[in-house]
């Protein structure tokens, strides 16, 4: 028997990794990307986060759709323009808007998303 056979794993298989938990969620982790920079790909931001690129979008489209975040066009690049004065979506957390949000997560001297 082999070792990999002895663990339980199938070739080509990664092993499974308990699951984990994190205070904010994948739209809080999108937000925080795009308010750190606002012309940095969907793609990088699919990287930095974890999810697909196409889950990215759907955020994005979300965020847009709630009045946070404005994309604009330019060139083959969008650029994003956050409206950080919005409320906090949750009636727990209404009375806080995107920028306390923000602030309390990144710091603008160094960059947060990164695909490490």
Known sequence: MTARAAEGRRPGVAPARPRQWTFLSNHGHVLVCIAGDPA??????????????????????????????ERRRDGRRN??????????????EAHRTVANLLAMVLERSEPRCRAD
């Open 79 to 92: 650029h994003y323009r956050l409206h950080a004065e919005r409320p906090l979506r949750h009636p727990v």
């Open 40 to 69: 940095l790909r969907l793609r990088d931001v699919a990287l930095a986060v974890g999810i697909t690129e196409r889950a990215v979008q759907k955020i994005v489209a979300d965020l847009e759709a709630a009045g946070i975040v």
